[in-house]
Nanobody
């Protein structure tokens, strides 16, 4: 069992930055690929970024490539999402997810555990 708790969301102006954190419980964090997803009101949940268990492989949605960076610290059981050059269309609830022994798939059904989400609002 893994519990995930996101933090770091908030209100920011367009062009600004935020860093989201996702803290995981349990001693097997390093066995999980981790992903970030987001869901805006009235829209489906969409993939944002993912990282393999070792951190050696990362994947990004085209819409965030070059602006967002995913990273992890297995010693701290934490995954991060650094978001730069934020746009109003990045406004959404952001969720982290864990995929046991995964590689970092973009497919949300593959993820076993989900956090409660943290809201990111970007004003124009």
């Amino acid at each position: 069992q893994v519990q995930l708790v996101e933090s770091g969301g908030g209100l920011v102006q367009a062009g600004g930055s935020l860093r989201l954190s996702c803290a995981a419980s349990g001693r097997t964090f390093s066995r999980y690929a981790m992903g970030w997803f987001r869901q805006a009101p009235g829209k489906e949940r969409e993939f944002v970024a993912s990282i393999s268990w070792s951190g050696g492989n990362t994947y990004y949605a085209d819409s965030v490539k070059g602006r967002f960076t995913i990273s992890r610290d297995n010693a701290k059981n934490t995954v991060y999402l650094q978001m730069n050059s934020l746009k109003p269309e990045d406004t959404a609830a952001y969720y982290c997810a864990a995929d046991y022994q995964g590689w970092g798939t973009k497919a949300s059904p593959q993820y076993d555990y989900w956090g409660q989400g943290t809201q990111v609002t970007v004003s124009s």
